[in-house]
Nanobody, 119 residues
C-alpha cells in the first residue's frame, strides 16, 4: 500500500530554518501534484506550498519569500525548505500527494510532523 512519510520537523527559534522531507513509497504508478499543508491548533488545515509534476509551484501568501518547495521525481520525494521562521508558522505540517497507485487514484496524506517556532 502506498504511503507518505514525513521527516524534519522540530523545535526552532524564530528566524531559524527547517527542511521537511516527504517520501512516497509503495506500488505507485504516477505522482502528480505534491504539496505541504499545515494545521495550527484551533485552525483549519491550509495549503503552504505545492509543486506539480512539471515543476510549477504555488505558495501561500503568508510564506512567500521564506519557503521553497522542491521535489526529486526519481526518489518520489518532496521537500519544504523554510527560512526566517516565525512563531505563527507553528503547526503540524502534512505532506500530500495526488497519486495513482495499485489501490486507487487520489490524494494521499502523511501522518504529519510538528514544527514549533519559539519567540
Amino acid at each position: 500500500q502506498a504511503q507518505l512519510v514525513e521527516s524534519g520537523g522540530g523545535l526552532v527559534q524564530a528566524g531559524g530554518s527547517l527542511r521537511l522531507s516527504c517520501a512516497a513509497s509503495g506500488s505507485i504508478f504516477r505522482i502528480n501534484t505534491m504539496g505541504w499543508y499545515r494545521q495550527a491548533p484551533g485552525k483549519q488545515r491550509e495549503l503552504v506550498a505545492a509543486i506539480t509534476s512539471g515543476g510549477s509551484t504555488t505558495y501561500a501568501d503568508s510564506v512567500k519569500g521564506r519557503v521553497t518547495i522542491s521535489r526529486d521525481g526519481a526518489k518520489n520525494t518532496v521537500f519544504l525548505q523554510m527560512n526566517s521562521l516565525k512563531p505563527e508558522d507553528t503547526a503540524v505540517y502534512y505532506c500530500a500527494a495526488d497519486m495513482r497507485t495499485s489501490t486507487r487514484a487520489g490524494y494521499y496524506w502523511g501522518q504529519g510532523t510538528q514544527v514549533t517556532v519559539s519567540s
